[in-house]
């Protein structure tokens, strides 16, 4: 099971790998918003997203035996660049699984960090059974996104560093909103806080139509979104909390927030106005939330969780929102 | 004159209130440039640009009679922006004068700031006589954008900064590349890093068609540029390095290098696509070199100095450079 003691053991393999990342605050934002506003940059982490700290904490528990073999990762996005510098770093083989229409920019890059990229096709191949056999043929071992008590330790320093940043900015009381898909980064940041900043309260951050986190601590029980794809922040879309996550959710985190594709966007060229960090869609909805919800105490404090987009994209949403 | 002791006196009286900014990097940067690049990103300092060390500690050295007269700065960019907030910080008035068809945005931030911004007409009024008889009248005292003593220290404290991050990260050799105007924040960072950090190198990098600085180190006397404005990286377009400043790049720093407009743009894009952070032309001719010019080290620090750059040119700036 997850634990603190299993978050501060990942902080000390950390120490010195993952990068301490600044928590940015800004006055104009402030004025913006109506209330104070501290953004915990994880865009600013190596891969561009806080991905690679449960990628290094997951790594970095193995045996040696493991690590000889190698890991296997399924994910087209932030979690397959944190897992493959992980295993590069550790001179550990990395095989990512993805669908064959990925953006060849994802699958470029992770091939970048060294890792093989094995693809599938979406429409008529299984990729449990292929990861399966991959798995077995060569001894992987399995590193999934957010249901692994080692990946949630991983992004639990995120906690831990917020809970130290927020004490040097004076930050005794205020709400911590994350970006949050399957829960791995929003339980590790509950269980850190619990232990060292009682006074910080997470509640976690979606988009309309993916609120599946919303609905699941409103009803007490894991509920799934309708659609599994069509959201501009990608990033953060799963099906359900996880197996593992949701019991630490539910005990420590909420109520859900749920933002607007166009106020995650919105909030999005406002993080290039006055914070200048380039955030992704699904890294900006806490921020969103920030910004635009009401029922929010005076500070509070949120997750830039990553920054990889398209800079097609990135150029629209500037276009668009100029303010 | 500055000195150490007067940049070290200034990170005294800017610590808890200036940005410790990170030092960035990225593996798939490293691996374009063919050499490892470290970005210390000033473009996330409070107003988006190292001009706010300057101010604070200029604001801060003033005596309490100065403080409550208040001060003036002559500037539209990112001097207006950081001294106002180090004024405002300081309960001190704050004057910006400023050229009538400054653009909107910036007028409107610095006004955020809570200064008083007073207009003038570049054709028809003369700056320096409207500023005489302000700072008269209202007993207000002028800070000078960079050939001043304590506006030097100030900016001089991102050396400090680099000198420890540089260790942390277990880099003894280096060129610091410099995104040079006046000389304010390459004089500071030189004294510091010659006493802290001496395997540390200073170089300038400037704009093509405004490196007076570069003929100046050359030369060995102040040259002046031919034009005074006309390069997209407008924020470090200035007549020749300042009487204060020059003496130090002579002694410590050379020799300049110089980026095309595009090469300074390319760097934005490349910043974007790697570090995630939001970094203005002029901001970026450090990293453009550090990318782009071939006598240069295994490892090259580079200042990303500002980040205020409107959402327009940054847009068009990704729509032509995607990679």
């Avoid at 993080?271 to 919800?293: D, N, Q």
Wanted: with cysteine.
């Amino acid at each position: 099971m997850t634990s603190l003691a299993l978050i501060e053991g990942a902080a000390s393999r950390l120490a010195g790998h993952a990068r301490l990342t600044p928590l940015l605050n800004a006055p104009l934002l402030d004025r913006i918003a109506g209330r104070r506003i501290f953004v915990k940059a994880e865009c600013l982490q190596w891969t561009g997203s806080f991905k690679f700290r449960g990628g290094w904490s997951a790594v970095s528990a193995l045996t040696p035996q493991q690590r000889t073999k190698g890991v296997l990762a399924y994910s087209s996005g932030n979690h397959a660049q944190g897992v493959a510098l992980a295993a590069l770093r550790h001179g550990a083989p990395c095989v990512i699984l993805m669908p064959a229409d990925a953006p060849a920019v994802k699958i470029a890059n992770t091939r970048a960090y060294g890792a093989e990229v094995v693809l599938y096709d979406r429409a008529t191949q299984d990729r449990d059974a292929i990861g399966a056999t991959l798995a077995q043929d060569r001894g992987l071992t399995l590193i999934k996104p957010f249901d692994d008590a080692m990946v949630i330790a991983g992004q639990g320093t995120v906690g831990l560093e917020i809970a130290v940043q927020a004490a040097e900015a004076g930050i005794a009381d205020a709400t911590v909103i994350t970006c949050c898909g399957g829960g791995g980064l929003t339980s590790g940041i509950a269980l850190a806080l619990e232990a060292h900043a009682p006074g910080l309260r997470v509640r976690t951050a979606e988009p309309a139509g993916f609120d599946d986190v919303a609905r699941s601590l409103a009803s007490g029980v894991r509920e799934r979104n309708a659609a599994t794809s069509g959201s501009v922040c990608d990033a953060i879309v799963t099906p359900s909390p996880g197996e593992i996550t949701f019991p630490i959710l539910k005990r420590l985190c909420g109520p859900g927030l749920v933002v607007s594709d166009d106020e995650a966007l919105r909030a999005m060229a406002l993080a290039f106005h006055h914070l200048r960090i380039v955030v992704e869609p699904g890294g900006a909805v806490a921020l969103a939330a920030a910004m635009f919800r009401s029922d929010l105490p005076e500070t509070v404090i949120c997750t830039a969780s990553g920054g990889n987009v398209d800079a097609a994209l990135f150029a629209d949403v500037l276009t668009r929102f100029e303010s």
